[in-house]
């Protein structure tokens, strides 16, 4: 496929189909490779998967916390779930915010709720401030997503991701006090 071609779909002046229907010839090696490459990669993870099930399952009893949920959905077990008023507490606070901000990125005139506590406001003098460059900002995010998946991840993972973020700001400041940034 020549140059302009792709760069007439990259700005959106042509497309896949001619006016008449039918896919133009030129995009069938690059249709074909990436199909191909897919199926190679797919097929890939669905092997190593299989050759590191025994271990995972059988040897080392690896919990799989985020199936969890849907299996108390498949079982008998998932009715009181659904009368469970703390699980539909937590199911309308997600869905309320990200329904908030949601409208407020098709509709900017609605107020967006924060979600973002950015460190950089308030650590404005020196050494404080080398714990949040430009280049790495220091900010805490409320996500629900992440906090449902931290609840369901043990404990120990949970609390080094914490750690070890914490930790990098540390070092930020003791590299900035030792004049070494």
């Known amino acids: 496929m020549d140059r302009t071609r792709r760069a007439e ?7 896949i189909r001619r006016r008449s229907g039918r896919p133009r010839i ?12 897919f199926v190679i990669l797919f097929l890939t993870c669905f092997c190593l998967t299989g050759l590191l099930r025994r271990r995972w399952i059988d040897i080392e009893r690896l919990g799989f916390p985020l199936l969890v949920l849907p299996f108390q959905f498949l079982t008998l077990a998932g009715a009181p779930l659904l009368r ?6 937590g199911m309308a606070v997600p869905a309320a915010l990200f329904g908030i901000n949601g409208l407020h990125h098709y509709y900017p005139a609605m107020n967006q709720v924060t979600t973002t506590l950015d460190f950089r ?5 020196v050494p404080w401030n080398a714990m949040a460059p430009f280049t790495s900002p220091f900010r805490f995010e409320f996500s629900p997503l992440l906090t449902g ?4 991840m043990p404990v120990e993972v949970s609390f080094s991701t914490w750690f070890f973020y914490l930790l990098t700001r540390v070092q930020l400041l003791g590299t900035h006090l030792i004049g070494l940034f």
């Open 84 to 89: 469970n008023k703390i699980f539909w507490w």
């Open 121 to 125: 406001d308030f650590l404005l003098d």
């Open 26 to 37: 030129e995009w069938l090696p690059s249709i074909l490779f990436w199909g191909f490459f």
């Open 9 to 15: 779909f990259g700005t959106g002046d042509t497309c």
């Open 149 to 152: 998946i931290a609840f369901l």
